[in-house]
């Protein structure tokens, strides 16, 4: 139970660095300090939108429009934090310290 635990807390991890990347990323394309073209930039922004557009995408489609203020990373990172704390630290690790307490007959 505590490496699924340890997997999923990774991958979610790992998930909230990619996102903070492309939400970096789009901010140094706006403001012009890399350019787009270039194929290394490009590559990685093609990269960082196809991992995390599928999950930005609902939320943009809820959200009012707020004059150009994209807040979709803020509230994406807030689920993802509440759904790892519920999946991790309230079901999974529970679970496996309750298995750890109970007595083996025998044993």
């Known amino acids: 139970m505590y490496a699924l635990a340890n997997l999923i807390d990774t991958a979610v991890s790992i998930y909230l660095t990619l996102l903070f990347a492309a939400v970096i990323l789009t901010w140094l394309v706006q403001f012009n300090v890399v350019n787009p073209r270039q194929p290394l930039v490009h590559t990685i922004g093609t990269f960082l939108y196809r991992i995390t557009e599928p999950a930005l995408a609902p939320i943009r ?5 707020l004059g150009g203020i994209d807040i979709s990373p803020v509230i994406l990172i807030l689920l993802i934090h509440f759904a790892r704390n519920l999946i991790v630290y309230d079901l999974l690790l529970p679970m496996a310290y309750r298995n750890e307490m109970q007595i083996v007959p025998g044993g």
């Open 61 to 65: 489609r809820i959200m009012p429009n």
